[in-house]
């Protein structure tokens, strides 16, 4: 019954949210200039909202979630690599199925991404707290830093491979497109936040000590700055949520329910029973040293449900910003059955405390 309240506490917040953005949309005012019915948040609101998600409020989450890690001294090698190499199967997997399932390149793209963009870095943080205590949040916290930057250059590269026209729809060159998606991975806001978090630590580690504390520190010695950022980072996963419901429709899932089902039994299903059940085995092989802090880890990066980010990446890059919502709504809502039972089945197997 704990894991039963505690998988629905986690899940049915985002859910319940992306349920108030929709609704909040949909309500009719009557606008005084025109006389007309509109909905209360107009779509080019949404659309600015998504961008501001996207430039400003989600980097600006990533950045601080990083700047917290106290070190990057002991970092995991073997789960982080695990990690990588895990998101790159999955990413060739997300490649076939979108391949197979539809034509329409603005669909695969998305198909690819729903089947390794999890949402690592909301659900994933707090949930491996949860069930690996400070030393899972520790592991956690390294493998997003690294784990995040693959995720976003993956993500770029599903959304582009297949939508290779330019603004006046004209097909780009091997070439022309290869350029597009360096300069869409190096211009990334998500990446340079992520690449900055990494520098900050590692720059910390030169910073001489005063009685165990750092001489110099944005968090002690700028705490204005500081303040700023944590405000920012607090408002990012609840704004996130309700201008992803504004964007969501329900009927669009009727033409896509072959696709929709496919990448969400990927998502929620597939692989973390490959991805954690491969962790095992390498464990018990003595290939990994993996202990019960680590499993919380994978659990957070392979059972949780598509990141409301694929479906702002996907807005912003011109693909089926649609299936992307759609993605982001049922899986959340399935994972609180799916991720309930795998995290019922390694609790029983020993992987987790």
């Known amino acids: 019954m704990s894991d039963i309240i505690f998988t629905i506490n986690a899940i049915l917040p985002i859910v319940l949210i992306i349920l ?14 025109t006389g007309e019915k509109e909905n209360f948040l107009s779509e080019k609101f949404l659309l600015k ?17 990083l700047y ?26 997300g490649l076939f199925l979108g391949i197979i399932l539809t ?22 943080i707090t949930l491996a707290r949860a069930l690996g205590g400070a030393e899972g949040e520790q592991v956690m916290a390294i493998v997003v830093a690294f784990g995040g930057i693959m995720i976003n250059v993956l993500g770029i590269l599903s959304l582009t491979l297949f939508v290779g026209n330019d603004e006046n729809g004209i097909k780009k060159t091997s070439k022309q497109l290869f350029f597009k998606i360096v300069k869409d991975i190096l ?17 910390r580690s030169f910073i001489p000590l005063n009685e165990g504390e750092l001489v ?58 490959l ?32 990141s409301v980010t694929a479906a702002l990446v996907a807005s912003s890059m011109g693909s089926d910003t649609d299936l992307a919502n759609q993605y982001v709504f049922w899986t959340s809502v399935a994972s609180v059955v799916t991720l309930f039972l795998t995290i019922l089945i390694c609790k029983n197997i020993g992987l987790i405390g």
């Open 20 to 33: 108030v953005g929709y609704f909040i949309t949909n309500i009719k005012v009557i606008n005084k200039v």
């Open 49 to 65: 909202g998504n961008k501001l998600v996207f430039s400003l409020f989600l980097p600006t989450y990533l950045f601080f979630t």
């Open 68 to 93: 917290n890690i106290k070190s990057l001294d002991q970092i995991h090698w073997d789960v982080t690599i695990f990690v990588l190499l895990g998101l790159i199967f999955l990413f060739g997997f």
């Open 103 to 124: 034509k329409d390149g603005k669909k695969r793209g998305v198909i690819t991404q729903a089947c390794f963009r999890s949402n690592y870095a909301i659900i994933g």
């Open 187 to 203: 211009t990334n806001a998500l990446i340079i936040a992520i690449l900055l978090g990494i520098l900050v630590l590692g720059i």
């Open 216 to 273: 110099f520190s944005i968090k002690n010695d700028l705490p204005f700055i500081y303040e700023v950022m944590r405000m920012l980072s607090v408002v990012a996963t609840p704004f996130a949520l309700v201008i992803a419901g504004g964007l969501f429709r329900f009927s669009a899932a009727k033409g896509v329910v072959k696709e929709l089902v496919a990448g969400s039994i990927v998502r929620l299903v597939i692989a973390p029973v």
């Open 275 to 306: 991805l954690i059940f491969l962790a095992y085995m390498f464990n018990e092989w003595g290939i990994v040293n993996f202990n019960n802090a680590v499993y919380p880890c994978l659990i957070a990066m392979f059972a949780t449900p598509v």
